[in-house]
T-cell receptor, first 116, second 110 residues
Framework: KAGVTQTPRYLIKTRGQQVTLSCSPI?????VSWYQQTPGQGLQFLFE???????NKGNFPGRFSGRQFSNSRSEMNVSTLELGDSALYLC???????????????FGEGSRLTVL | TQLLEQSPQFLSIQEGENLTVYCNSS?????LQWYRQEPGEGPVLLVT?????EVKKLKRLTFQFGDARKDSSLHITAAQPGDTGLYLC??????????FGAGTTVTVRA
């Protein structure tokens, strides 16, 4: 059974540019959650999508956006990049909504973004 | 501000020693999970605890959920280099949100 796949694994951008990250969940999983991980802040929740609808949103500015397609694949976009956006962006899939039950989150290996 | 506070932030011990990692909050959680993340990989679920006072054992790892469901601990007995990693706790609140702590980086020296 294939795991969660995130692309690209590494990328370097400059301030002001925009970036799109992709996440393919485990087959059959309908929920995709996105997290930003930095050494000082740990895992910060960005948003969660379920059945193509955003169900939960964290406290990030509007420059961070996402969407989910009918096949459950998800993308997140960050516009007008800032130096502070440098981080590991993790995607996690689950069968149902992440917070509804004691179900497990399956994480991808992440996309490491460096903003210069 | 983290909803879940983990301590210590860093822990370095010798192989064979024991260690305990703590996860505390002022909020009540319906369940709490522990994940381990190794360098270059995403977090992997170790355990889910649901009932206040619950204790779960996974080989050399013992997880405890506080009676009030506001805190948890992870104890590793006779740590091995393979236990090295970032340990994250994650709490599910009654409003169906999942919050992660900042993590404890554990290094076990051979």
């Amino acid at each position: 059974k294939a795991g969660v796949t995130q692309t690209p694994r590494y990328l370097i951008k400059t301030r002001g540019q925009q970036v799109t990250l992709s996440c393919s969940p485990i087959s059959g999983h309908r929920s995709v959650s996105w997290y930003q991980q930095t050494p000082g802040q740990g895992l910060q929740f960005l948003f969660e999508y379920f059945s193509e609808t955003q169900r939960n949103k964290g406290n990030f500015p509007g420059r961070f956006s996402g969407r989910q397609f009918s096949n459950s694949r998800s993308e997140m976009n960050v516009s007008t990049l800032e130096l502070g956006d440098s981080a590991l962006y993790l995607c996690a899939s689950s069968l149902g909504l992440a917070g509804l039950n004691t179900g497990e989150l399956f994480f991808g290996e992440g996309s490491r973004l460096t903003v210069l | 501000t983290q909803l879940l506070e983990q301590s210590p932030q860093f822990l370095s011990i010798q192989e064979g020693e024991n260690l305990t990692v703590y996860c505390n909050s002022s909020s009540v959680f319906s369940s709490l999970q522990w994940y381990r993340q190794e360098p270059g990989e995403g977090p992997v679920l170790l355990v889910t605890v649901v009932t206040g006072g619950e204790v779960k054992k996974l080989k050399r790892l013992t997880f405890q959920f506080g009676d009030a469901r506001k805190d948890s601990s992870l104890h590793i007995t006779a740590a091995q280099p393979g236990d090295t990693g970032l340990y994250l706790c994650a709490g599910k609140s009654n409003d169906y949100k999942l919050s992660f702590g900042a993590g404890t980086t554990v290094t076990v020296r051979a």
